[in-house]
């Protein structure tokens, strides 16, 4: 194991209230990885997840954004798909190779989770109750070098269904 490989382990977190406390076993997650109405994968809960709920931690390689760029685009078919997530430091999170489920949570413009950064590692939190069977999703607020357009918004569109759909993945600014 590589000096790094604590920051790709992923760890599924159970019912504890903003403690990090990780499941004891797969069997025990509050979520599962299936095909999804809003795009592609999703990521659906399990059983009742309470508001506040600490649920995944988002994984990967941590990189940084000059490697990130270089990796760019992880698909040649598909270049405005990828797997970052973003850190306050600069760094990114690349979830491709050494990811979990938490790289399947799709976007939403009203989301029933929000990623909550500590000491430069992402976990998914809920913001709100959200009931067996729902899809877990959180605001991408996705930012680009390029000026904002039409052209640019419809790159980014958004898929989500809610009544007040920005209609983009992007952070309107």
């Known amino acids: 194991m590589g000096p790094d490989a604590a920051q790709r382990v992923g760890k599924i977190y159970g019912s ?12 025990d997650s509050p979520i599962w990885v299936h095909s999804s109405a809003v795009h592609g994968q999703g990521v659906f ?9 600490t649920v995944i931690e988002y994984v990967g390689e941590v990189i940084t954004m000059a490697e990130a760029i270089a990796r760019h685009p992880h698909d040649a078919a598909n270049p405005d798909h990828t797997f970052y997530f973003h850190l306050d430091d600069g760094r ?29 590692r992402i976990f998914i939190q809920t913001r709100r109750p959200v009931y067996k069977g729902e899809e877990l999703t959180f605001d991408y607020g996705l930012f680009s070098d390029e000026p904002m357009s039409e052209a640019l918004k419809a790159r980014y569109a958004c898929r989500c269904g809610a009544k007040k759909c920005r209609g983009t993945m992007l952070a309107l600014r």
Do not use: M, Y
């Open 92 to 120: 990114v999170i690349d979830a491709l190779a050494h990811g979990n489920a938490s790289k399947w949570i799709n976007h939403s413009c009203r989301p029933n989770c929000v990623p909550d950064e500590v000491q430069g």
């Open 16 to 27: 504890n209230h903003g403690q990090f406390a990780p499941v004891t076993s797969s069997l």
């Open 45 to 53: 809960a399990t059983r009742h997840i309470a508001a506040g709920e």
